[in-house]
C-alpha cells in the first residue's frame, strides 16, 4: 500500500524529514507516535486531501527514512516543535493544522500551546493534553510504579541500549508483540504492560498472535519491519528519554491552555487510558483544552485508534476539519 503515496524529503531545523505530501489547500501535518511511521496514517492521507487539504505525514527525526542524531538531547519537546514548525516554513505557510498520535500528540499539543501563531487547530490521538503535574512524567511513573515493585516501559527504556538490544535482536516479533498487546484485540493489558513485577525485559509477558489482527496486513507488517530494521531502535525511545529535560527547559508546557480548535480521539481500551492507577486519563479534558470540538472514544479499540477504526477517525476527523 505505501506504494500508493508519493514520498519526498523535507528540510527542518537542520535535518531532514521524509514526507509523504498529498493534496492542495491548507496544510495539514500528521505526526505518528511509538514505534510507527508516516504509514501509520496511509487510511487519512488521502481522505484529507480528498476533503482539499495539503495532507502531510511525516517519519518524526529517528524513525524511517528521516535523519537520526545520535544525541539523546536532540529528540527533547523543544527539538521536535521546532522541526514541526520548520515543516509549516517549507510549505511557506504561516500556520497548519496539526494531527498526533501516541508521542505525536505531546508534540501536536505542546506546539499549538507553546507556538500558537503557528497553529491553526490541533488534534490529539490516544494521548490527551494534560495538565503540568509537580514533577515530570518519569518522576511520575518512578513513584507509581518502581517504588511499588513494578515493571514500567518507560522507566525500562531509560538506560541506553538496553530495549535497543532486546528489540532489534528480531525486530519482526517484537512489532508484532507491541501493536497486537496494546491494541483491542489483546485480551488483557495487566500482564503485559501495567501490572506485572519489576524484572525482565519489555516483550517477555507479551503473546505474538497468529493470526495477526485484521487491521494491519502481513504488507503493512512488512513496510514496518523493513524500516525499523534499516533504521534502528534507538532514536524512536530517545524521546522517552527527555523527560526531565522537557520539564525544566518548557516551564509552560501542560501550563499555558491549547485555545485553538481541538480533537481528542482515543480508544476506550487503550493503555494510556489507565496509565494512573485509579484516574480515568481521558476525563476533564475541557480544562485545558477550552474549545475542545470532538471528544469521541471509540469502543473496543485499543491504542493504534487511526489503524484499528480508520473510518470511525475520518467520520469525527474530517467533520473538524471542514468546520474550521
Same mark, same amino acid.
Given at each position: ?13 537542520? !535535518?531532514?524529514? &521524509? ?34 487539504? &495539503?495532507?502531510?505525514? !511525516? ?12 544525541? !539523546? ?10 522541526? !514541526? ?32 501563531? &503557528? ?56 512489532? &508484532? ?30 503473546? @505474538? ?28 525511545? $530517545?524521546?522517552?528519554? $527527555? ?51 470532538? $471528544?469521541?472514544?471509540? @469502543? ?25
Amino acid at each position: 500500500m505505501h506504494e500508493q503515496f508519493i514520498l519526498q524529503n523535507i528540510p527542518t531545523n537542520g !535535518i531532514t524529514l &521524509r514526507a509523504a505530501v498529498e493534496g492542495e489547500g491548507p496544510l495539514v501535518i500528521m505526526v505518528h507516535g511509538w514505534p510507527e511511521l508516516w504509514y501509520s496514517w496511509r487510511h487519512q492521507i488521502k481522505p484529507i486531501a480528498e476533503a482539499g487539504f &495539503r495532507a502531510c505525514a !511525516i517519519d518524526v527525526r529517528g524513525y524511517g527514512d528521516s535523519d537520526k542524531p545520535h544525541a !539523546i538531547e536532540a529528540y527533547d519537546m523543544q527539538t521536535l516543535m521546532a522541526d !514541526i514548525v520548520g515543516v509549516i516554513d517549507h510549505f511557506g505557510e504561516k500556520q497548519a493544522i496539526l494531527i498526533g498520535h501516541d508521542w505525536g500528540a505531546p508534540m501536536v499539543w505542546n506546539t499549538a500551546a507553546l507556538h500558537p501563531e &503557528r497553529v491553526a487547530a490541533v488534534a490529539g490521538l490516544s494521548v490527551p493534553y494534560r495538565k503540568r503535574a509537580p514533577v515530570s512524567t518519569i518522576k511520575l511513573w518512578q513513584k507509581l510504579y518502581t517504588e511499588e515493585g513494578k515493571f514500567f516501559y518507560q522507566v525500562y527504556f531509560q538506560d541506553e541500549g538496553v530495549v535497543e538490544a532486546e528489540v532489534e535482536a528480531d525486530f519482526r516479533t517484537a512489532l &508484532r508483540k507491541i501493536y497486537y498487546s496494546i491494541s483491542g484485540n489483546a485480551p488483557d493489558l495487566g500482564p503485559s504492560w501495567l501490572n506485572r513485577p519489576e524484572g525482565g525485559g519489555l516483550l517477555e509477558m507479551m503473546d @505474538d498472535p497468529d493470526p495477526f489482527p485484521v487491521w494491519m496486513t502481513p504488507q503493512d507488517l512488512d513496510y514496518f519491519v523493513q524500516n525499523f530494521e534499516a533504521g534502528g531502535f534507538r532514536g524512536p525511545v $530517545n524521546r522517552y528519554r $527527555n523527560q526531565d529535560r522537557d520539564f525544566a527547559m518548557l516551564p509552560d508546557m501542560g501550563v499555558k491552555p491549547v485555545h485553538q480548535p481541538s480533537a481528542f480521539i482515543a480508544g476506550s481500551k487503550d493503555l494510556v487510558r489507565f496509565f494512573v492507577p485509579g484516574r480515568d486519563t481521558y476525563a476533564n479534558l475541557e480544562e485545558i483544552c477550552p474549545n475542545l470540538r470532538v $471528544n469521541l472514544i471509540i @469502543d473496543d479499540i485499543g491504542h493504534w485508534v487511526q489503524q484499528e477504526a480508520p473510518e470511525a477517525v475520518n467520520a469525527a476527523l474530517l467533520p473538524f476539519l471542514k468546520g474550521l
